[in-house]
């Protein structure tokens, strides 16, 4: 009996592993918050005590680890809030590929304003913001407020309407700095009581990419203003959104799992189609080999009996007849 | 008792055919391919440069590739200017480097330049931990009356593997660095590709297998019925060819348009594998900037 459980629990744990893939590498979350690590500290510190995200999560102060991070294939998710536009210059051509490949990304404030990101405000975070508004909300704070526009994962735990603290947000606007909606492959989830522009923008790859853009997110580095960042991410409401964002882009896309499943499994088997690409190779060599050795032969037994012939009958039989 | 004649006979003809099969088995050669041509303008061409490579495959081969990759140079504030000319270069953000003060002396290596560079560093560590192996070159080259040693460390083979070709394009994944005698040094970064941003560059590519000869040219070029393809479509540096028979020849030519290969210069690197298997050592051209 005791037998018949051990082994029954040897088969258990087996298959365990193997629905868990072992060997695969843990999923990993990127932060990037440019010149300021601080806030990249604390937004990590978010993603860490959410128990429904299970990923490694790590922060990076260099835009060009961005571009190697969109490379590795256990980058789940990639977070960016950026301040300026030297910060996001040359993201967009790994950034685009990473979201079509099927990545996961969730970008804040001026990776959504055209004139600092170009078309990464268009095509990756698809805000097409060209103006930014900076009035108070209808409260005369310095916040916005979020309208829900449709349900969605990303509102799951939160109000219809809520205010988060904010400095501004970058919009599309017209010539009078109206809002003017840009078509486009993207879902509207919260707008802006004032501004009517989109604060919170879902948008999914044809490959299962992710992006949630957030152009209303924008705080400052100092404790003694209202909007520092410090103040933004202690609001419950900012967690809930930020996290739940973080979680359908990461969760959602399809590229960790498509890529790193089996990642073991797959660079052995790349050795593998090399081996058996060379031992095919050897064996036609050796095929090769034998064939022209066997002509060799046929050609060398030819050769002798050719040569007796012409010695015997052209030099020995005139030789013998005189 | 043989007859002298007899025996005579069939040593001279034992003789005589062993020369001729001599004469055949020593006639092939023991090298799957042979490279023909590898052309290249020597410094920055300022006008129309045309890049050649060229082999004849010298037995039947299963899958041949030819995998191009072009490395420029990134300046730091901190190196010498070992390329004599260089004008203009890519500058590297100082807080790219490990040490910004670092400084290299004599017997330092290239490992120790590229240990300094935060992003390459941050991504051998990561992929090191995943297993993730790169290709890795060591070379000394002579420049300018240099002695370099130079070390190329490859990532896109393996990512290419695991993301898919597309996945590589215009991807920084090729790290390079020279030192010379005195720790004058290079960093270098680049891709797999024929040349830096070919989209934007070249004006044809033509790639010919035997008697399949396909040119690309720039999209807007392309009409129907044209018989070209668009550059858009071209392999981004790796070309492969299957079911090769002994004797076709496979050339890679292309055409670029003058003064757009980066002012430092350019280090093209020629890799052909035979069967998976790396032929002889990677061809390394060095394009110098123009003298000034």
């Not at chain 1, 919170?200 to 949630?212: A, C, M």
């Not at chain 2, 007859?3 to 001599?22: E, P, W």
């Not at chain 2, 203009?88 to 290596?109: F, N, S």
Request: aromatic residues 8%.
């Amino acid at each position: 009996m005791r037998r018949i459980i051990l082994s029954s629990l040897v088969v258990f744990l087996f298959a365990c592993s193997i629905a868990q893939g072992e060997g695969d590498p843990e999923p990993n979350i990127i932060i990037f918050t440019a010149g300021d690590p601080v806030f990249a500290g604390m937004l990590a510190d978010l993603i860490t005590q959410d128990d429904r995200i299970d990923s490694e999560v790590e922060v990076v102060s260099n835009p060009e680890v961005i571009i190697m991070a969109s490379l590795l294939p256990n980058t789940e998710c990639i977070v960016i809030y950026s301040d300026h536009k030297d910060q996001v210059n040359g993201l967009y051509t790994s950034l685009s590929l990473y979201l079509q490949q099927g990545g996961g990304l969730v970008g804040m404030r001026e990776v959504c304003y055209e004139p600092s990101a170009l078309e990464l405000a268009e095509e990756v975070f698809p805000v097409f913001a060209n103006d930014s508004n900076r009035n108070p909300n209808s409260k005369g704070k310095r916040a916005r407020t979020y309208i829900m526009e449709n349900q969605h994962e990303v509102t799951s735990g939160l109000p219809e309407t809520f205010d988060l603290l904010s400095m501004g947000t970058y919009i599309s606007a017209d010539d009078d700095g109206n809002y003017l909606p840009v078509p486009g492959d993207y879902e509207i989830v919260y707008r802006d009581e004032v501004s009517n522009s989109p604060l919170l923008v879902t948008h999914e790859s044809e490959k299962g990419g992710r992006s949630v853009s957030m152009p209303g997110i924008w705080c400052v580095n100092n404790q003694r203003v209202d909007v520092y960042y410090g103040n933004l991410v202690a609001e419950d409401n900012f967690v809930r959104l930020f996290t739940n964002s973080v979680l359908w882009a990461a969760k959602g896309s399809t590229r960790y799992d498509t890529i790193s499943t089996n990642l073991t499994a797959k660079l052995e088997n790349s050795d593998q189609e090399k081996d058996e690409l060379r031992r095919r190779a050897e064996e036609a060599d050796k095929d090769r080999a034998n064939q022209r050795l066997i002509l060799l032969i046929i050609v060398w037994g030819t050769g002798i009996v050719v040569c007796v012939l012409v010695i015997w009958k052209l030099v020995l039989a005139p030789v013998e007849t005189a | 008792m043989i007859d002298k004649r007899v025996l005579g006979i069939a040593i001279v003809s034992i003789l005589l055919a062993t020369l001729l099969i001599l004469t055949i088995a020593g006639d092939i050669s023991d090298q799957p391919i042979e490279i023909l041509e590898n052309e290249y303008p020597m410094t920055v061409p300022r006008g129309e440069a045309t890049f050649t490579f060229s082999l004849i495959a010298r037995e039947d081969i299963e899958n041949l590739q030819i995998r191009f990759t072009s490395l420029s140079p990134r300046r730091t504030e901190f190196d010498q200017a070992m390329w004599v000319g260089a004008a203009t270069a890519w500058t590297l953000d100082t807080r790219g480097l490990v040490d910004d003060k670092k400084e290299y002396q004599a017997g330092d290596t290239p490992e120790d330049i590229l240990a300094n560079v935060v992003k390459f560093v941050w991504f051998q560590n990561r992929t090191e931990a995943l297993g993730i192996e790169p290709e890795t070159y060591e070379r000394t080259m002579r420049v300018e009356n240099q002695e370099l040693q130079t070390t190329i460390i490859d990532y896109s083979p393996v990512i290419e593997y695991m993301s898919g070709k597309e996945s590589t394009a215009d991807m920084p994944l090729i790290y390079g660095a020279m030192i010379n005698e005195t720790g004058g040094y290079l960093y270098l970064e680049g891709f797999s590709d024929v040349i830096i941003n070919p989209i934007r560059n070249i004006k044809m590519l033509t790639v010919t297998q035997s008697d399949n000869q396909t040119t690309y040219i720039p999209d807007d070029l392309v009409w129907e019925g044209s018989g070209r393809m668009p550059l858009s479509t071209a392999p981004r540096g790796v070309f492969e060819f299957t079911s090769v028979k002994k004797d076709d020849t496979i050339t890679v030519i292309f055409s670029m348009e003058p003064n757009l290969i980066p002012g430092p210069g350019l280090l093209q690197m020629i890799r052909v594998y035979v069967d998976g298997d790396l032929f002889d050592v990677p061809r390394i051209n060095l394009i110098l900037p123009p003298e000034t």
